[in-house]
């Protein structure tokens, strides 16, 4: 390995983010992301005193021995969330791909920035003070300190298990067989034994661990070896192939949608939408991800009793018709990016593209409403309530998601999924957009249903849903203007990202 290479690269990757056409504009946004992450640097630390105090109350296992038994669970619990904020190397390889460097270097670079990053020590803030408040005082300071540091070593583990996972689902939505398959053998002792025979058999890679037994750390670092070369190899196989376009081409039958034709403009609009759906790789991959989300937890509202208390059955029931629009709403115009130029020739062309969108994830919205539908004949919720959230939705929280339309200034790739350097999201003002969709609704119920009734608090939504529905050609305007103000400043960063 090239240590000094791969030094300079990520120091190249870093002064590249500083000189992007972008960070001006999320100078705010990081700013709120550095404050959310230090109320969730604050949460861990508290259900670390929970835990503790858990462990300290046991008498049948030591405190290493308790936080080993639930290990597995806190890394799914990492590996799903590192979906959110975690790149693989593969995406940031692209510009070096011609450089007369190893060709494992960069890849090789990237991956163990990945593993030293800061954001897998987050995980400290709820071992630390474990160790601190259970291991310290009973077993002795270094006791504590290789139950933190092996549990570090887990988390750096479970970033090239991810690592690898999330380049396999790039490739193919198959590969998610892979993490099921194994997850399903780790958590094989629940589903066979109980919860307590799963406990006990994880339990048991505590003391090796915390007590420093070399066996214990070799197996690890043999694991972590392997996952290692492996990632390295496929992540440059993947790369390879997408650079060098080795992808057979099939030929499709093209569907021409003549009944859009009678909406005019508006309607050519609408194809291109659906077209867009159809055909592009990354824009299919997400609405079916969102589809396959919208299915999955309508069926869990409707068939379980997960969600029963007042608070989450607000925040599912917004949670459910919000999705759809904040995972693909969200990069409204990204995808556009990549033919901006042909749009912005005629006048008010975005116009109408801006009401196509709207309208096709309006009608969207027909899918969760009709999952949500079981809901009704059980009586967990109104019929009231599902009209009322489906046009609530359609209104003020699409009004504010599209409002992106204005920021978005990063292309999105149709087709490439590894190289491309629209890959890598870096606009921070999406994140705040997406949780104000999320959370601001159910503050909204919350705070309506603690002044007057449950029928009043949806019908007051149906209203200002329907409010803003009637008012739509006029604030989808007013973000048309507001895009042609910026047009210049946005086609130059989307030519750039391209």
């Not at 009793?305 to 018709?321: G, H, P």
């Not at 809901?375 to 939705?393: D, H, N, Q």
Request: with cysteine; aromatic share 16%.
């Amino acid at each position: 390995m090239n240590f000094k290479m791969m030094w300079l690269l990520n120091k190249h990757r870093k002064l590249s983010e500083k000189r992007s056409l972008a960070y001006d504009q999320n100078k705010v946004a990081q700013v709120v992301i550095y404050v959310m992450s230090g109320l969730a640097l604050l949460y861990l630390m508290f259900i670390s005193v929970g835990l503790s105090f858990a462990a300290n109350s046991m008498d049948t296992c030591l405190p290493c021995e308790f936080f080993y038994g639930i290990l597995p669970i806190l890394l799914v619990v990492d590996f799903f969330f590192r979906f959110i904020w975690q790149h693989t190397p593969v995406q940031l390889v692209k510009p070096y791909m011609l450089l007369p460097i190893p060709r494992y270097t960069c890849v090789q670079g990237f991956m163990l920035a990945n593993m030293l990053s800061s954001s897998n020590a987050i995980w400290l803030a709820l071992t630390v003070p474990f160790a601190l408040m259970t291991t310290v005082f009973s077993e002795g300071i270094w006791v504590a300190v290789g139950l933190v540091f092996s549990l570090h070593l887990f988390i750096v583990l479970n970033s090239q298990w991810y690592m690898l996972a999330r380049t396999l689902i790039n490739i193919s939505v198959k590969w998610w067989l892979l993490p099921i398959a194994v997850y399903a053998l780790i958590f094989a002792h629940i589903i066979f034994g109980g919860f307590d025979e799963f406990f006990d058999f994880y339990s048991s890679l505590g003391c090796g661990f915390s007590f420093g037994h070399p066996l214990y750390y070799a197996a690890l670092l043999l694991v972590m070896a392997g996952l290692f070369e492996i990632n390295k190899r496929v992540q440059y196989r993947c790369t390879y192939q997408e650079t060098a376009n080795v992808e057979q081409v099939k030929m499709k039958t093209v569907s021409e949608f003549n009944t859009l034709d009678q909406f005019g403009e508006t309607g050519e609009y609408l194809k291109l939408e659906v077209k867009s759906v159809m055909r592009n790789k990354n824009v299919r991959k997400s609405f079916i991800f969102s589809m396959i989300f919208v299915c999955l937890l309508s069926s869990l509202i409707s068939f379980t009793d997960i969600y029963e208390d007042s608070f989450s059955k607000a925040f599912w029931v917004v949670y459910t018709f919000v999705l759809y629009g904040a995972m693909t709403l969200i990069k409204i115009m990204s995808a556009e990016g990549n033919y901006i130029d042909g749009l912005m020739i005629h006048k008010e062309n975005i116009m109408k593209l801006l009401q196509a969108k709207y309208y096709f994830y309006s009608f969207l919205l027909i899918v969760p409403f009709f999952l949500m539908l079981p809901t009704v004949f059980m009586e967990k919720y109104t019929l009231l309530a599902l009209v009322a959230m489906a046009c609530f939705s359609a209104g003020p929280v699409y009004c504010l998601l599209m409002q992106m339309a204005v920021y978005n200034r990063q292309t999105l790739p149709l087709n490439t999924k590894f190289v491309s350097k629209g890959n890598v999201e870096t606009n921070y003002f999406q994140i705040i957009a997406e949780l104000i969709a999320m959370f601001a609704p159910v503050m909204f119920i919350s705070i309506l249903k603690s002044i007057c009734s449950e029928t009043v608090t949806f019908i007051i939504l149906l209203l200002v849903g329907v409010l803003f529905i009637a008012t739509h050609r006029l604030w989808i305007r007013n973000i048309y203007r507001r895009m042609m103000k910026r047009r210049y400043h946005n086609m130059e960063s989307f030519r750039a990202t391209r």
